[in-house]
Nanobody, 123 residues
Framework: QVQLVESGGGLVQAGGSLRLSCAAS????????MAWFRQAPGKEREFVGG???????LYANSVKGRFTISRDHAKNTVYLQMNSLKAEDTAVYYC?????????????????WGQGTQVTVSS
C-alpha cells in the first residue's frame, strides 16, 4: 500500500505563490507516475498536472506556464510549485499515484490518493 500526505496549502493573495508537497510512505514511488488534481466546491475533480517516473510532465491548459511539478526520488516526495495564483485556483488539491508509465488526466485511473490540502486564493 502507498500512503500519500499532502502539505503546504493555505491562504494566499492573487498573484502569490505556494508550494505543495506530497510525501509518500509504504513504497518507493520512483517507478510510479504521480499527479496533482484539484476539486473546487460544487465542481468535479480535475487534473492539474502529472509527472512520470522519468520526469516527463503534463499540465492542464489552465495552469500551464504557472505551475511546475517536480519530484525528489531520494525523499519519496512530489512537489507542485504554484505561481501567479488566481482566485479560480482555489480548491482542495490532491496528490495521486499510479503504477504506470504514462500520466493520464482521468482520475479514475489513479490508484492511490492523499487526503487533500486546501488552497485559497483571495482576489
Amino acid at each position: 500500500q502507498v500512503q500519500l500526505v499532502e502539505s503546504g496549502g493555505g491562504l494566499v493573495q492573487a498573484g502569490g505563490s505556494l508550494r505543495l508537497s506530497c510525501a509518500a510512505s509504504g513504497r518507493t514511488l520512483s517507478r510510479y507516475a504521480m499527479a496533482w488534481f484539484r476539486q473546487a466546491p460544487g465542481k468535479e475533480r480535475e487534473f492539474v498536472g502529472g509527472i512520470t517516473s522519468g520526469g516527463v510532465t503534463l499540465y492542464a491548459n489552465s495552469v500551464k506556464g504557472r505551475f511546475t511539478i517536480s519530484r525528489d526520488h531520494a525523499k519519496n516526495t512530489v512537489y507542485l510549485q504554484m505561481n501567479s495564483l488566481k482566485a479560480e485556483d482555489t480548491a482542495v488539491y490532491y496528490c495521486a499515484a499510479d503504477w504506470a508509465i504514462l500520466v493520464t488526466r482521468d482520475s479514475a485511473n489513479w490508484d492511490y490518493w492523499g487526503q487533500g490540502t486546501q488552497v485559497t486564493v483571495s482576489s
